[in-house]
């Protein structure tokens, strides 16, 4: 039996619909977000509105939006807009909140091996080399171990690296361990242990607090974080003095925070997106820091009027002396903090020898330059 010609251009007219739609299928199926709508997550920060911390943020989140085109919405909220600032973790992990910025010290109530990310001297390692031990040393691993063991449903990404904090601002230089004594002072993490055991009457308080109870008695000194983080807050309307170099904070970094359930629901190119917006963004919050601490740090000497003191030795080699007294006794207490301290310490052992031998010291070129007996330079 033959077929007509007319049979023959019927089918092959339904061959090329059926093909063209699988065509378009194939194309379309990649594009889910954009048929779905764009997603939108709500975040907060723990930091006020003013603060360079809370301008970070800001800024990630729009390096998020900018990257996925739209596809991803992230708004970022004030600390306190929908959670007190130490509540951030709790409020992710419900799903209160979508995400939030903060610091893994604020989480020292719920598991004390999270302060291990920044609060204490990271054993003569910088805040970056910090983050080279989180990345390539197993502290990722060990981070999704202890957020798993106190049942927190959240992702989390270390980034942005900060200076050395200040030891804190006083009523007067503080020139021995013994000036500690009885003071009302506010930290926050390991910190809280180190100067209790210098004989400081410690209160931890979310930055925006730390300024009112400074000037309502309630609290002696206290230490923040950076020059233009403390000009904002207020700290040079209630002291003259900030004591310089510390060992209580000289490592840490900011951490971003995703719900778990809503993180896994995204698209694995979006996901991508928001891992490497974390590198991008640490970075930028880097060169930022460098501009905008500086210009700071010089105008509150100029124009507010404050002083500034290099915290004596004797003082730093004693916070490395009851630091490694609470961190024996937070490990014979905590298997894994344990485990985050060897860690670090091996990791710490091979990159700081590596960087002692390599990096040149630079107060010698700074001297040569900028110095007292410096020539005149135009």
């Known amino acids: 039996m033959t077929t007509s010609s007319k049979d023959k251009t019927s089918t092959r007219r339904r061959f090329l619909t059926i093909a063209a739609a699988g065509a378009a299928a194939t194309v379309a199926a990649p594009n889910i977000v954009s048929a779905q709508g764009p997603v939108s997550m709500r975040f907060q920060s723990t930091w006020p509105s003013k603060d360079i911390f809370h301008e970070y943020a800001l800024d990630y989140a729009k390096k998020v939006n900018d990257m996925t085109g739209g596809d991803l919405k992230i708004e970022v909220l004030p600390a306190g807009a929908v959670v007190p600032a130490f509540g ?101 993490g390991i910190s809280i242990d180190l100067f209790t055991g210098m004989g400081a009457a410690v209160n931890a308080l979310p930055g925006g607090e730390i300024v009112s109870a400074m000037d309502r008695g309630l609290l002696d000194a206290a230490e923040f974080n950076n020059a233009s983080s403390d000009r904002i807050l207020g700290f040079p309307d209630v002291s003259k003095v900030c004591m310089l170099q510390s060992y209580h904070q000289n490592a840490e970094q900011f951490e971003i925070t995703f719900n778990k359930t ?117």
Do not use: C
């Open 88 to 188: 951030l973790l709790d409020a992710v992990s419900k799903g209160t909140l979508d995400g939030g910025h903060g610091v893994l010290v604020y989480h020292y109530g719920k598991q004390t091996a999270l302060a291990l990310w920044g609060s204490g001297p990271a054993y003569a390692m910088d805040a970056n080399m910090l983050l080279a031990w989180h990345k390539y040393g197993g502290g990722k691993e060990l981070l999704a171990r202890l957020y798993a063991s106190i049942g927190a449903n959240v992702v989390s990404f270390p980034y942005g690296p900060m200076p050395t904090q200040p030891l804190g601002w006083f009523k007067k230089p503080i020139t021995k361990a013994e000036d500690f004594q009885g003071i009302k002072y506010r930290t926050v």
């Open 262 to 378: 809503k993180y896994d629901a995204l698209p694995e190119k979006m996901k991508a997106i928001i891992a490497n917006a974390v590198d991008a963004a640490g970075q930028d919050m880097s060169w930022k820091a460098i501009d905008r601490y500086s210009k700071d740090y010089e105008e509150m000497q100029t124009k507010d009027k404050v002083k500034f003191y290099k915290t004596p030795d004797s003082i730093l080699q004693k916070q490395l002396e009851i630091y490694d007294q609470v961190v024996e006794k937070k490990s014979a207490e905590n298997p894994l903090f344990k485990e985050i301290v060897e860690s670090q310490l091996a990791f710490a052992r091979r990159t700081t020898q590596w960087e002692q031998d390599t990096v040149v010291s630079r107060r010698t070129a700074y001297n040569h330059y900028f110095g007292p007996n410096a020539k005149k330079k135009t």
